[in-house]
């Protein structure tokens, strides 16, 4: 928890589980991993999963339209350059950056820092050469200053349009007013970044108003050339991205704050072409190729792995490829298209889709109390039979994160939850995570499961009642009881028993005491060793549980019976991201399942 702290990560410790302001309880790292090491991952995938929200507060609060800003999302930070130099980074958490100190809080949020991105910029513009903007005639500058006295903050593309000048001569006048510290960037009440002038200048002053520009417009850069020839192809192809883009002289290409030189083959041969237009967009805009395909493709769930996008279906299928120029079905099938813009391009991909996407039934996120219909018969039984031990016969709360292996998937349940009293769970196969929560205070057979997204009934209903089973078996085990010598301190007495021997009360197997099919990985029997879970214990004839034990027993949603007591958890060096990590045969029925898959 620490070290989530110390990247500014809002993290306080409820129970034995790490709690985040605005995400939620967090998923433990596994005890081999560093610390440091944990939080960075967390923190990048955070970042990585708010980068849209976050990318457009930056761009709302500074000037991206001044081709010396670069803002590139990469490895779960956004970095921000100006004239090729590293000025400021950010996370969801944390704005670093030269000159400036390091602030906290979480920027999704509107209470956010923002502004200190803002003020690195600036203060990076200033100093800054300006390398691709025309500079301003001395008439339009002071002209665009008077704009600004006339007004108590307006944004760049507004006041180019109200003098009706070019928006780049309007930009090129503002850095140079904010370089002679006479004009300021401010962030205005929409949350965009605004300019307004930094001393009003006296009202006696002579300097023509705006009505009286020069007739001739500002002229465009000298670099910036038409779109036309092949070069021109690729710039009108690249500007559906939404970033600004000119063709400079020497046949190279700006997008945004990169500028590239396509090779002669991209421009001769069409084939050449849309290869080198699918690597620019993969290494420069993956993100506005990302954010294209979940407006389009709003029922999918996209994913970026290092240079490549994928589309995900309810089932958690790879449905598609998304590349700049076409999207490529599993079957090899292609269509073709500019995927950075609109088109009917995102219609035949659609339709495509649908042909391979059969109206098959799905569990949509929300509280089940019933399996669907078509679910397996023996896995609802096995769920129901799991439900009515846990409503009974539980026995065992862990204060850790516990991770059960079995056959090809993973289990990992994390500590008990508040009101409503829940077991949160994932279900993990291979890269893929569905996570659920199970109720496990209700009377309701099987115990209800909320179900956080939408996929196919078949991983609902196996996760569901996997989850149930294998909890039942880590969690309901014969009680104890006290020993008669130790009457006095029956209260306390059973907090020096470990998990391991009241596992061996469940089961006698060769598994080191563990129920049966169970075997510790890592450092799991080392926890073991000195780890008391809370559990109930039963008392010698002549003693009763205090009103405090049947609470703290309430609490975790056990009924103690009269000739019961509970024992809080107990544990002794044991960090807290520690995860107890089990290997488990499972149900006969997933044994089967694996055998004839």
């Not at 970095?79 to 000025?87: C, L, P, Q, S």
């Not at 465009?220 to 559906?240: K, N, Q, R, S, W």
């Not at 596992?503 to 510790?520: D, H, V």
Request: overall charge positive; proline content about 7%; some cysteine.
């Amino acid at each position: 928890m620490a070290a989530l702290r110390a990247r500014g990560v809002p993290a306080v410790m409820r129970g034995d589980a790490v709690h985040v302001a605005s995400i939620g309880t967090v998923k433990l790292p596994p005890a081999s991993e560093r610390p440091s090491d944990a939080a960075k991952r967390l923190v990048g995938q955070w970042t990585t999963t708010s980068a849209p929200h976050l990318l457009k507060r930056i761009r709302a609060s500074i000037d991206t339209h001044d081709p010396r800003v670069t803002v590139v999302h990469r490895k779960g930070r956004i970095a921000i350059r100006v004239a090729d130099k590293h000025v400021v980074a950010v996370t969801r958490f944390a704005v670093t950056g030269e000159g400036i100190t390091t602030v906290h809080g979480d920027l999704t949020q509107a209470s956010g820092p923002i502004s200190p991105v803002a003020t690195a910029i600036e203060r990076a513009l200033t100093r800054a050469p300006s390398r691709h903007l025309a500079e301003p005639s001395p008439a339009l500058l002071e002209a665009v200053y008077i704009a600004l006295e006339k007004r108590t903050g307006t944004t760049l593309g507004a006041l180019a349009a109200a003098m009706s000048a070019d928006r780049d001569a309007v930009a090129a006048s503002l850095i140079r007013l904010i370089a002679a510290k006479r004009a300021v960037r401010v962030p205005l009440p929409s949350g965009h970044a605004g300019y307004r002038v930094n001393q009003p200048r006296p009202t006696t002053s002579t300097i023509a108003s705006p009505d009286r520009l020069p007739a001739e417009p500002a002229s465009p850069p000298p670099h910036d050339l038409a779109f036309d020839g092949p070069l021109g192809e690729l710039a009108e192809f690249l500007a559906a991205s939404g970033e600004r883009v000119s063709v400079l002289a020497g046949g190279r290409l700006q997008v945004g704050g990169v500028v590239a030189k396509p090779p002669a083959a991209v421009l001769l041969q069409d084939e050449a072409r849309a290869g080198w237009l699918d690597g620019f967009v993969g290494e420069h805009l993956l993100g506005r190729l990302a954010n294209a395909a979940a407006t389009y493709l709003p029922g999918l769930r996209v994913r970026i792995d290092d240079s490549d996008l994928s589309l995900f279906d309810t089932r958690a299928r790879r449905v598609a490829g998304v590349a700049a120029t076409h999207a490529t079905l599993p079957g090899g099938e292609r269509v073709a298209g500019n995927f950075l813009a609109a088109g009917e391009h995102w219609i035949r991909l659609t339709e495509s889709l649908a042909d391979d996407d059969s109206a098959e039934p799905v569990a949509g996120p929300g509280l089940h109390r019933t399996f669907p219909p078509d679910a397996n018969e023996t896995w609802v039984q096995d769920a129901e039979q799991a439900s009515r031990r846990l409503r009974l016969d539980r026995t065992l709360v862990f204060a850790h994160t516990l991770r059960v292996d079995v056959r090809d998937v993973s289990v990992v349940f994390e500590p008990l939850t508040g009101t409503p009293l829940e077991v949160p769970f994932a279900l993990e196969r291979g890269r893929d995570r569905f996570a659920g929560a199970l109720r496990i205070a209700s009377l309701e057979v099987p115990i209800p499961c909320r179900w956080e997204r939408s996929t196919d009934v078949e991983t609902f209903a196996l996760a569901w009642s996997l989850a149930l089973t294998a909890y039942a078996e880590l969690t309901c085990v014969p009680v104890r009881a006290s020993e008669p010598h130790q009457n006095r301190r029956a209260s306390t007495s059973g907090s020096r028993s470990t998990t391991a021997s009241h596992a061996r009360s469940a089961s006698r197997s060769q598994s080191g005491g563990l129920p049966t099919g169970f075997t510790t990985r890592g450092h799991t029997a080392q926890y073991l060793a000195s780890y008391v879970a809370g559990h109930r214990r039963r008392l010698q004839p002549h003693q009763s549980h205090s009103a405090e034990a049947a609470a703290n027993a309430a609490a975790v949603g056990i009924r103690l019976r009269p000739n019961e007591t509970w024992v809080q958890p107990h544990v002794r060096g044991l960090p807290a991201d520690a995860v107890l990590h089990f290997a488990w045969r499972g149900p006969a029925w997933l044994i089967e399942r694996d055998t004839h898959a």
